[in-house]
């Protein structure tokens, strides 16, 4: 199933308006993470970070935690 990502930046638009000012961050890297976890492709990521300034901070820190953890994995690996 592929949604258009004029739609999922429409929504998350539309959600946000419903989101307390002080939890938005925590819900934009909780929204993008699980975008992550069902296929979201940089293209989408690139999208929404440029639709929104919550976006744009929250792809940023889940991009960090998933490079530190590539680099964990990786140095894990050299351990052994």
Do not use: C
């Not at 992550?36 to 901070?57: I, M, P, T, Y």
């Amino acid at each position: 199933m592929s949604i258009d990502t004029d739609i999922i930046v429409e929504t998350w638009s539309v959600l946000k308006e419903y989101i307390p000012e002080k939890d938005r961050e925590k819900a934009g890297e909780h929204w993008v993470s699980r975008l992550q976890d069902n296929g979201a492709d940089r293209e989408l990521l690139d999208a929404l970070s440029e639709a929104d300034d919550v976006l744009e901070q929250a792809i940023g820190e889940v991009l960090e935690e998933e490079d530190y953890e590539e680099e964990d994995d990786d140095s894990e690996m050299y351990e052994d």
